[in-house]
């Protein structure tokens, strides 16, 4: 008798071992999703691949400051999408329409909403967690 397998206690180590590779897989692809936020040779907006001084520099032309690294495209779009909120912008440029504001709109909003997460006290406890090794690969 003293050779009986408890099934109970089976499926409980089954449970427990499957969450905790949930847990690791979700640490991870957080872990991920940190290194591409990260990479600083890229445009925060189209991902392509940017010159360093471009990839250091957070000044645009006219002085504009920019919460994000843009690649030399991408910043034209930036300076003429704050132009036309302002009432101004370039006119010959008619695809910059009520859509592509919009889009702009919606990205921006989309930036501000992963910065205040990547802040969040989880997120933060999470990224220390990883850094600490504390959950596996």
């Keep these: ?72 495209s991408c910043l ?7 132009d036309r909120l302002q009432g101004r912008g370039n006119p010959d440029f008619y695809w910059h329409n009520d859509v592509w504001l919009e889009s702009w709109r919606r990205w921006i909003d989309y930036k501000s909403t992963l910065d205040r997460y990547i802040r969040s006290k989880e997120f933060t406890q999470l990224v220390r967690e990883i850094e600490l090794n504390t959950i596996d690969e």
Excluded: W
């Design 76 to 82: 034209e779009e930036y300076i003429d999408f704050i």
């Design 1 to 72: 008798m003293a050779d009986i397998i408890s099934f109970d206690n089976m499926r409980q180590d089954a449970e427990e071992k499957a969450a905790d590779h949930l847990k690791k897989s979700k640490a991870l692809a957080a872990r991920k999703g940190i290194q591409a936020a990260r990479r600083p040779n890229r445009c925060e907006k189209c991902s392509g691949q940017i010159s360093e001084p471009e990839a250091n520099r957070k000044e645009a032309p006219r002085r504009l400051r920019t919460p994000y690294v843009f690649c030399s």
